[in-house]
T-cell receptor, first 117, second 115 residues
């Protein structure tokens, strides 16, 4: 149980295009999902908290107009990188919190490797 | 602001050794502490989760301890194997401050177990 999937697992795009990444909780419902990015040889940095049915909360320094987050259902959150540039190339990982889990554990997806040419 | 530090940054050991990875955090207001494993280019695999009221958790050859008052946790790996080679990340779920409800990660320990 507690499986989180991400799609795509990797994507290459041209500079200036937009890319959408999906995060799904496969066997549980998640009112809250989190988006992280990880640069090579660095740890995970939280970008934003995605709340079902409401606006996402962004961490300081993260541009909300560039990283659009939509959490339209209890099992799906999407991250759209708009007008992507090479500096947006990174590993994006999502996590989800089971609404029925009292331990506050976050379950992580396998990540999406974004390369912007 | 919560800060999580992991020592050492890298560790190389021969197969069969027992080893200890260290994690420290500055704010003891946490719900839990979690240890993860990350293989190159992959996502996170949760290894152990210790609630703030607990002192330790065990899973197979892994044992994690938590001393919340001193802001420390250790991950003990017994009889290490080459397959244990990976980056090990420690993260705390914050129970207060500006990071309430969010995970703060350490920088990780890169473990290499050579045959």
């Amino acid at each position: 149980g507690a499986v989180v999937s991400q799609h795509p697992s990797w994507v290459i795009c041209k500079s200036g295009t937009s890319v959408k990444i999906e995060c799904r909780s496969l066997d549980f419902q998640a009112t809250t999902m989190f988006w992280y990015r990880q640069f090579p040889k660095q740890s995970l940095m939280l970008m934003a908290t995605s709340n079902e049915g409401s606006k996402a909360t962004y961490e300081q320094g993260v541009e909300k107009d560039k990283f659009l987050i939509n959490h339209a259902s209890l099992t799906l959150s999407t991250l759209t990188v708009t007008s992507a540039h090479p500096e947006d190339s990174s590993f994006y990982i999502c996590s989800a919190r089971d609404i029925a889990d009292s331990y506050n554990e976050q379950f992580f997806g396998p990540g999406t490797r974004l390369t912007v040419l | 602001k919560q800060e999580v530090t992991q020592i050492p940054a890298a560790l190389s050991v021969p197969e069969g050794e027992n080893l200890v990875l260290n994690c420290s955090f500055t704010d003891s207001a946490i719900y839990n502490l979690q240890w993860f494993r990350q293989d190159p280019g992959k996502g996170l695999t949760s290894l152990l989760l210790i609630q703030s009221s607990q002192r330790e958790q065990t899973s197979g050859r892994l044992n994690a301890s938590l001393d919340k008052s001193s802001g420390r946790s250790t991950l003990y790996i017994a009889a290490s194997q080459p397959g244990d080679s990976a980056t090990y990340l420690c993260a705390v779920l914050n129970a207060g401050g500006t990071s309430y409800g969010k995970l703060t990660f350490g920088q990780g320990t890169i473990l290499t177990v050579h045959p």
